[in-house]
């Protein structure tokens, strides 16, 4: 490949995401050198408009050849075995010192993994999280690099050159820490966004179970982004209620089939909650919905076969309003249990995670940009951080002023039909949070029953078993 200039980093994946991040970077001073196995996107790349910052190669050798020392490479691939292949057919053409970046979604237990096989090697291995979609990848998304330290100072000056800017001005990238820290905070944030979808979702059906048509239903969306819950996805949430369909007239979203689907980020963080022993049940719920909206065929022959519920009373004029701090609670509520995942996995693995910091590069950029993150960032800035998001003072008193508005909404919703597992395990975890004493005591006593588990008692310490069946 022949090129003026030596490359400032190569990207390797020419697809949306990977295109609009060299397209990024060129527009920010930084010669891109892409490589792509599609010829048509490497044309593509090379006539992009941002012109002789951004030159395609035929092949990864050729692009790395056209890379200035150390090398700095960006892979956007899908995760999954297609990163494996290229770090394999790239490890020979690198020098120690070298850095790779997967920027993709990959999972960050493959990414310890990456880490351990490339440790000793000399090249430099980072995973980062890169939230915002075609647009932020182009104007300004939120990245999440972490994995070896030696990196960052490599590429400091080109990912926060081109990340989105918080309301302050600062940078939405900073250092994660080691190990797979960046790509597990991505999937943190992908799933508080399944959750933050699905809440807005059920809002939108209460609404509609209300009286209010689309279109109303989107000016109350709108009406929320004004205020305390301003955030990135009410505001798309409105524009779509306000879109017709060209050819029938009817609000576009009612042509749209209500099945929903994922692509495994939401599993995985629902998992890493299971493995790590975190109470984040609203994360999960969000990923069940999504799988109760796909068995659309079930749905609609048990329609014609389950009985609900009788006629309930009519939602009242305020109810907008009860369901605004309804909505606001839950939101917290699951920001709290992605919170909570996070600061487990930092004393599992001991990255050393800035929750502060990521709550400040979660403000702009990415798709769960809100103003709600103001009021976490704060939170986690104190000498010491709160055990969870929730015990914060500020966060606890806004918790007290949602939870009667949650409660009233949960069971309108239960009394209509309308499923709302989002707000109903917001509250359910909420309820189990500030609760001095659990049922658990008796579910000891069953285990210890059946299986002679041993339990322990509130009077005295030790671990203790009870012959059940003999005689009391």
């Known amino acids: 490949m022949a090129a003026a200039q030596a490359g400032d980093i190569g990207v390797v994946g020419l697809g949306v995401m990977g295109w609009n991040l060299a397209r990024n970077l060129a527009r920010h001073g930084f010669q891109v050198r892409g490589h792509d196995l599609d010829a048509g996107r490497r044309e593509r790349f090379a006539q992009g408009e941002e012109g002789a910052r951004m030159a395609a190669a035929a092949s990864l050798q050729d692009m790395v050849q056209g890379l200035a020392r150390p090398r700095r490479i960006l892979l956007m691939v899908p995760a999954g075995a297609a990163v494996d292949t290229v770090l394999a057919q790239l490890r020979p053409l690198l020098a120690p010192g070298d850095v790779v970046i997967d920027g993709g979604n990959s999972r960050y237990t493959d990414t310890e993994r990456r880490l351990a096989e490339l440790a000793g090697g000399g090249i430099v291995f ?13 104007e300004g998304p939120a990245i999440m690099p972490g994995g070896d330290p030696q990196a960052w100072p490599l590429v400091r000056p080109l990912l926060q050159a081109i990340a989105a800017r918080a309301p302050d001005g600062s940078p939405c990238c900073e250092w994660m820490g080691g190990g797979a820290s960046g790509h597990f905070v991505k999937m943190v944030h992908n799933g508080i966004e399944y959750v933050d979808m699905q809440l ?34 009410l505001a798309i949430t409105a524009d779509i209620l306000a879109r017709t369909d060209p050819e029938s007239g009817d609000p576009l979203v009612e042509r749209i089939l209500d099945t929903a689907q994922q692509k495994g980020t939401g599993q995985w963080a629902t998992q890493a909650a299971l ?49 605004r701090l309804a909505f606001l609670g839950a939101r917290l509520g699951a920001y709290a249990q992605g919170f909570h995942l996070l600061q487990a996995a930092d004393a599992e693995h001991r990255w050393g995670l800035p929750l ?52 009233e909404v949960v069971a309108a919703a239960a009394l209509q039909g309308v499923p709302v597992p989002a707000f109903a395990s917001a509250l359910a975890t909420y309820d189990g949070l500030r609760s001095a004493r659990l049922p658990a005591n008796l579910l000891q006593a069953q285990r210890d029953y059946f299986g002679a588990h041993g339990y322990q008692r509130v009077d005295r310490p030790g671990q203790f078993h009870t012959d059940w069946t003999a005689p009391a």
């Open 126 to 138: 980072v995973g980062a999280g890169v939230s915002g979609g075609e647009q932020g990848a182009l």
């Open 200 to 233: 807005i979702c059920e809002a939108y059906a209460l609404l509609r179970s209300a009286g209010l048509d689309d279109r109303a239903a989107g000016e109350v969306f709108g009406q929320w982004n004004r205020g305390e819950l301003e955030s990135y996805l």
């Open 275 to 323: 493995e790590l022993g975190v109470a984040a049940p609203t994360l999960g719920e969000a990923v069940f919905a999504r799988a109760l909206s796909a068995a659309k065929p079930l749905r609609l022959q048990a329609a014609g076969v389950l009985p609900g519920p009788g006629r309930a009373a009519p939602a009242g004029a305020g109810f907008p309003e009860q369901l």
């Open 356 to 407: 502060a910091t990521i709550a400040s590069v979660w403000r702009a950029g990415c798709i769960i940009r809100a103003r709600l993150l103001e009021d976490i960032r704060a939170a986690f800035q104190g000498e010491a951080a709160p055990a969870h998001l929730l015990l914060a003072p500020g966060l606890a008193a806004t918790m007290g002023r949602c939870q009667q508005a949650l409660r």
